[in-house]
């Protein structure tokens, strides 16, 4: 179980998320949305111990996450996939993904390139090379070789055509099938997130102007006025 206890954060004077809360259990799957600015990446900041909350705690399984200290809450099981393809450009496909779960299990590769076939049939390609979409399955891949309980995903949409937005979204409800990973997605493309998410978080200046689940959300026809 993933909780957000009252979470407020800031940069120094500057307010950016206020009094947040939200509790999810294993295999969740939550959406947050809201304009530029709207803390939407302080949040998963703060999730994942990258910056420390002014107020509240985050827990996971009844343990706070300790602020400063990521990769030890990437060894407890959160994954974070930051915006932007974030992979090392000049290795393969097939070493980004080994890189990525040194401190795991290195042979957890073959898992991955099954859940992702177009990193098996780019296993020795250069990364840099690839597309964007492929950058994007492969920042996925390595997200997933440390074997998340929890996946976070800062708008992995960004940059993708339609179709591919399509198809890393089917991938992260297979992810979500498959391996009971929690899906945190961050995202600006709302009709497409909803189609895989199961609850959703609006914010706006750092507040949450709507809290509860996607169908609903989805079936308003005044949705936008939340933004
Ligand atoms: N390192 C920083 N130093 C100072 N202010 C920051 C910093 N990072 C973010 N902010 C400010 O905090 C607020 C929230 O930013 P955040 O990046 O969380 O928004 P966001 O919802 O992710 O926006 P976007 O959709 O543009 O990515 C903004 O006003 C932003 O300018
Ligand atoms: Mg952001």
């Given amino acids: 179980m993933l909780e957000i206890n009252s979470v407020s954060a800031g940069y120094g004077a500057l307010t950016a998320l206020e009094n947040i809360s939200a509790s999810l259990a294993d295999g969740a799957r939550l959406g947050i949305f809201g304009h530029n600015g709207a803390g939407k ?3 998963l900041r703060c999730i994942i111990g990258a910056h420390a909350p002014s107020a509240g705690t985050v827990r996971l399984n009844g343990e706070p996450i300790i602020p400063g200290q990521v990769p030890a809450t990437v060894r407890r ?5 930051p915006q932007g393809h974030n992979v090392f450009p000049n290795l393969s496909v097939e ?5 990525s779960g040194l401190l ?22 250069r990364a840099g090379s690839m597309s964007g979409g492929e950058q994007q399955m492969l920042a996925l891949g390595m997200a997933m070789m440390t074997q998340p309980k929890w996946l976070l995903l800062d708008e992995p949409s960004t940059g993708l055509a339609p179709v591919i937005v399509r198809n890393v979204m089917g ?9 009971g990973t929690g899906l945190i997605i961050v995202e600006q493309n709302v009709p497409a997130t909803l189609k895989v998410v199961e609850s959703c978080l609006i914010l706006k200046s750092g507040r949450a102007v709507y809290q509860g689940d996607a169908a609903t959300l989805a079936a308003k026809p005044d949705l936008w006025e939340w933004f």
């Fill in 41 to 43: 990446t302080t949040l």
């Fill in 77 to 81: 099981g959160i994954a974070f996939v």
């Fill in 95 to 99: 070493e980004n993904l080994t890189i």
């Fill in 104 to 125: 795991f299990d290195r042979s957890f590769v073959t898992e991955v390139m099954r859940l992702f076939p177009v990193l098996e049939e780019r296993r020795s390609q």
């Fill in 171 to 179: 991938q992260l409800a297979v992810v979500n099938k498959t391996f």
